[in-house]
């Protein structure tokens, strides 16, 4: 279960920052870099703005200055998920 | 072309409501970016602001005047007539007519813009005030200058982000040197602490935790402030012949458009601004003594700022006295350039440079000779004030001593 929901993360952040850019999912992979996707400074605080509302997570601002490519992305959202849940209550949704 | 001399100056900010009040506590090396008022619920990411701590609106206006004035304009107000008291300019007759307001502010009145909202979405109320439009518009302070000091030239106000003020001033200096007036009362003014303001400035990532800590090592933004800055611009020989006093003098302006990113500084631009106006002034860059940087305190605009001092003013670089007084009055957005003009003038007069508090430790990527914590006596006669602007619009003013 957890590699599925995994993979259902990588999916939603690559749909966010696919959505955010205004360009294609199927033109986003793990391995684009913000480089290749021109994704600059502030769309990078842009996209980290609605991965926070998606995921329901605070992304510091520490993070968001390294982030280069959509699989740090990926992870670093993993991580902070994975943090949240277990943080949570026992039980809780 | 014309001299054009300063003759007045008005500061209210963080430092003060009084330009005496400011300029003791910028040589002090006092940072007055504290504990804002109301921490935002739930509470903003950064904790402090320069607020206008001892700005009391009933010290200065009627109940009356509130109702058609907000925070924004009555500062810049308040500002104005501290300048103009000091310059014992009187503008009467013809002198009315050739004289000009020109203010600057980023984004004008926002607390009733707020507070319309709240009624529109929040109540469902579609009843706004109908003030609303008086009461926000950018130019709600340079309108009341004028009408208050009688003044029927040119009167308007510059929106370019930070730099609206330094804009301003520029405009006023040109016309006052080129002759299409007499004098002008220029400057700008901000009220950045709006819930809503404060939200997108949060958003942006841009602010310090704790304090901003300009040309540090350790620097992780800007701090916000509020407040207002204005100077009163008048032709020297008008000055001269009515005997007044003249604080110091604008001699030079340029601005550019780094045509490179909506945020993101780059060095050519400012670089460009700062180049013109120190051919403007027609002087050489060796002349420069002090610079009054931009200085945000941001990773970014230090660094390109740092390399756009070293391409305009070469081997000079290494030893021009440089300081930041964000780190004190905060990053005053629209009022900066008006605020850190004050500074400017102040320090060539009394021949102090005020300091970049709150430095911690060099950055070998801004390696200027930053005035770091405590003031230094020097003696200056030209000082360069940069302001360099989100949407990549950069403005510098050169100022000189007084002679007198």
Known sequence: MPEQVEDALAEKVIRVIAHTQRIPPESVSLDSTFEALKIDSLDGINIVFELEKEFNIEIPDDGVQNLRSVRDTVEGVRTLVRSKDQAAPSGAA | ?404
Not at chain 2, 131 to 141: D, S, V
Not at chain 2, 217 to 239: C, F, I, P, Q, T
Request: glycine share 10%; net charge negative.
């Open chain 2, 1 to 404: 072309m014309n001299r054009v001399a300063v003759t007045g100056q008005g500061l209210v900010c963080a430092l003060g409501n009084t330009v005496a009040e400011g300029w003791a506590r910028l040589i002090a090396g006092e940072c007055r970016i504290l504990p804002m008022k109301d921490p935002g619920s739930p509470p903003y990411k950064f904790r402090n602001g320069a607020e206008a701590w001892d700005f009391k609106p009933l010290d200065h206006f009627t109940e009356k005047d509130l109702v058609m004035l907000e925070r924004f304009a009555l500062l810049a107000v308040v500002a104005a007539r501290e300048a103009v008291a000091q310059s014992g300019i009187r503008f009467e007759g013809d002198l009315s007519d050739r004289s000009a307001v020109i203010t600057g502010s980023s984004v004008g009145g926002q607390f009733t813009e707020e507070e319309g909202y709240i009624r529109l979405y929040r109540e469902n109320n579609p009843r706004v005030t109908p003030l609303t439009i008086p009461r926000t518009m950018a130019n709600a302070g340079a309108s009341r200058i004028s009408l208050e000091f009688g003044i029927h030239g040119p009167a308007y106000t510059v929106a370019t982000a930070c730099s609206s003020s330094n804009h301003a001033l520029g405009q006023a200096f040109w016309m006052v040197r080129n002759g299409q007036i007499t004098a002008a009362i220029a400057g700008g003014s901000e009220a950045v602490f709006a819930e809503g303001l404060l939200r997108a400035w949060e958003a942006m990532r841009v602010v310090a935790p704790d304090v901003c800590r300009p040309f540090s090592a350790d620097r992780k933004g800007l701090s916000l402030g509020e407040g207002a800055g204005m100077l009163v611009l008048e032709n020297w020989n008008h000055a001269r012949a009515r005997g007044a006093a003249i604080l110091g003098e604008v001699i030079g302006f340029g601005m550019s458009s780094d045509a490179h990113h909506i945020t993101q500084p780059c060095v050519e631009g400012p670089a460009k601004a700062m180049d013109w106006a120190i051919r403007d002034a027609d002087i050489s860059p060796d002349q420069v003594d002090y610079i009054n940087a931009h200085g945000t305190g941001t990773l970014a605009n230090d660094v390109t700022e740092t390399q756009a001092i070293r391409t305009v003013l070469g081997k000079r670089a290494d030893s021009v006295l440089v300081s930041s007084t964000k780190s004190m009055h905060g990053h005053t957005l629209g009022a900066a350039g008006a605020i850190e003009a004050v500074a400017c003038l102040l320090a060539l007069k009394h021949g102090i440079v005020p300091p970049t508090v709150n430095f911690t430790a060099r950055d070998p990527a801004c390696d200027l000779n930053v005035i770091a914590n405590e003031a230094r006596t020097a003696q200056m006669q030209i000082a360069l004030s940069n302001t360099f602007a989100f949407g990549g619009l950069n403005a510098t003013l050169v100022l000189k001593g007084s002679e007198d």
